[in-house]
């Protein structure tokens, strides 16, 4: 009797655990459309790791249907065993910008050939890799100190793509396409974005200077050590905007699309639209970054090459990033960003401004290291 019991309590888990599995992938099946594109990303530094087994998961742009946009700070996540983490991002398409979320995988997918910088440089991670259950750091592009992790290396990257840019298609928006191995990982077994992340997420939309209409692009928060650790000691501020802020000719609720509600943390690509009536798009004039071309990606925590490297790019305009910061153990590691793939032209995006071609590929070396407190 007591065998039968047991067995029925581990079958209702299994139900459980099934049914929450799917919640997971149903939400990243849900979208978020509106008219008016994104910021560009901001330029911060990576807060130093806090220990093995963590993954950065860099910063982005969330929508809410009362506000607009407000910036996610990027975090560290401890990270499912051989995980790795393809960001979301927003891609242009049919006069609308979409959400496409972001989520766990054996490999990295397409996120729209957006530089976010510490090892996204616009395809793939290059800022670190899984070798048995043990996660390894390239340092030359994210900031961790030895004396915390030992399961290091140190790996140049060259970054090719440096345009502070925060989508993808439309006039000044990235013009990346999916590889077929990108394709191939976005049919892979996924894993939707960690509770804490989406705890995050909500916890970042409940701070007003979060969003872009108070910050105007270049947020308090820019970056935490821990998700949802918004402690004065934990956070990073954003050292600049990366681009000029425009603030948009309609209001959140104009612009939304469907009447679902706003972002869902980790929610994937929506409805697209097809309407161009009121848009305008929230895109900057073009404007070279005054960060360098690694920089782009400028996370702080990044070492500098020549300073840290700065992560987030132009509204619609080209920019480069400055490097990254490193931690102060750190041998100095080197900010990376490489070029989104080169595609066919997309749908041009109503009245943005067109971006200024990015500067040609640095090789850069190891960024001066430097600390937050």
Known sequence: MSNNRSAIRWLLLAIIILSFSAASFSQIAVGVSVRIGPPPLPVYAQPICPGPGYFWTPGYWAWNDDDG???????????????????????????LYVWHAGYWGPHVGFYGGINYGFGYTGVGFLGGEWRGRNFYYNRSVTNVSVTNVTNVYNKTVIVNNTRNVSYNGGTGGTEARATRQEDMAAHERHVAALGVQ??????????????????????????????????????????????????????????????????????????????????????????????????????????????????????????????EMRPQSDPNPQ?????????????????????????????QGPPNQEHHK
């Open 335 to 363: 900010n990376e960003r490489s070029m989104p793939h080169s595609a066919p032209p997309r749908e041009s995006a109503p009245k943005q401004n067109s971006h200024q071609p990015g500067p040609p590929p640095n090789r």
């Open 69 to 95: 946009y407000y910036w996610v700070p990027g975090t560290w996540v401890v990270a499912p065993v051989g995980m790795l983490w393809t960001p979301g991002y927003w891609g242009w398409g049919g006069g």
């Open 198 to 323: 989406a705890q995050h997420e909500r916890m970042a939309a409940q701070n007003r200077q979060n969003f872009a209409a108070e910050n105007h692009g270049r947020p308090a928060i820019a970056a935490t050590a821990r998700p949802a650790d918004f402690s004065s000691r934990a956070v990073i501020p954003a050292r600049t905007a990366g681009g000029e802020y425009h603030a948009p000719a309609m209001s959140p609720r104009q612009a939304r699309v469907n009447s679902t509600p706003g972002n869902r943390g980790p929610s994937a690509p929506g409805n697209r639209g097809t309407s161009n009536e009121g848009f305008r798009p929230f895109t900057p004039p073009s404007r070279n970054g005054g960060s360098n071309a690694n920089a782009m990606h400028s996370n702080e925590s990044r070492p500098n090459q020549t300073r840290q490297s700065e992560a987030r790019p132009n509204y619609n305009q080209p920019q480069s990033r400055p490097n």
